[in-house]
T-cell receptor
């Protein structure tokens, strides 16, 4: 079945540091890929998405590129802020008859001054 | 604010009891999804409804059931509750049933604690 593997957290960075959170996936078809973010005490918010190979999703300084050859969708940001502290989830959906999201385990990011 | 509302925000109950969680999707969205977030299982898809009909089923226990009403709100019923059912239950909604890249919008969740 489908699965998503994310790097283990927590990740602790200093403000303005470069962020990479690795995500790889296994899917039978051609999934759409997503990054969701969960701030403390809140629900999940869509951060960015990509629907086909070589697509780049971007939002709020975050970027991720759909790499079919390496089945990856790594999240990057050039300069993190304290306000980026949250849990980040990589997810996929195969669409088709249903639209369930299959999530990775989540990576907690803590940004310090 | 995603536009998805869930009630109640918190629920504390005892083993063996039954509870109902309620979700109102964003205006115009026809699909509703339920997910369970727990420390040991992570975020797991439970079930999807589209315009009142069950569309997809995930790892939903037989003790759990859901439905979507004509006004498109949804309820998740959890019965014969066990300690292991303690989790955060999220509802999400989307416009249609699942085209490529269709975004799901998540509610704030209902935190269930079974004692």
């Amino acid at each position: 079945g489908d699965s998503v593997t994310q790097m283990e957290g927590p990740v602790t960075l200093s403000e303005e540091a470069f962020l990479t959170i690795n995500c790889t996936y296994t899917a039978t078809g051609y999934p759409s890929l997503f990054w969701y973010v969960q701030y403390p005490g809140e629900g999940l918010q869509l951060l960015l998405k990509a629907t086909k190979a070589d697509d780049k999703g971007s939002n709020k300084g975050f970027e991720a590129t759909y790499r079919k050859e390496t089945t990856s969708f790594h999240l990057e940001k050039g300069s993190v802020q304290v306000s980026d502290s949250a849990v980040y989830f990589c997810a996929l959906s195969e669409g088709g008859g249903g639209n369930k999201l299959t999530f990775g385990t989540g990576t907690q990011l803590k940004v310090e001054l | 604010d995603s536009g998805v509302t869930q009630t109640p925000k918190h629920l504390i109950t005892a083993t063996g009891q039954r509870v109902t969680l309620r979700c109102s999707p964003r205006s115009g969205d026809l699909s509703v999804y339920w997910y369970q977030q727990s420390l040991d299982q992570g975020l797991q898809f439970l079930i999807q409804y589209y315009n009142g009909e069950e569309r997809a089923k995930g790892n939903i226990l037989e003790r759990f059931s859901a439905q979507q009403f004509p006004d498109l709100h949804s309820e998740l019923n959890l019965s014969s509750l066990e300690l292991g059912d303690s989790a955060l239950y999220f509802c999400a909604s989307s416009v249609l049933a699942g085209g490529p890249g269709e975004t799901q919008y998540f509610g704030p969740g209902t935190r269930l604690l079974v004692l």
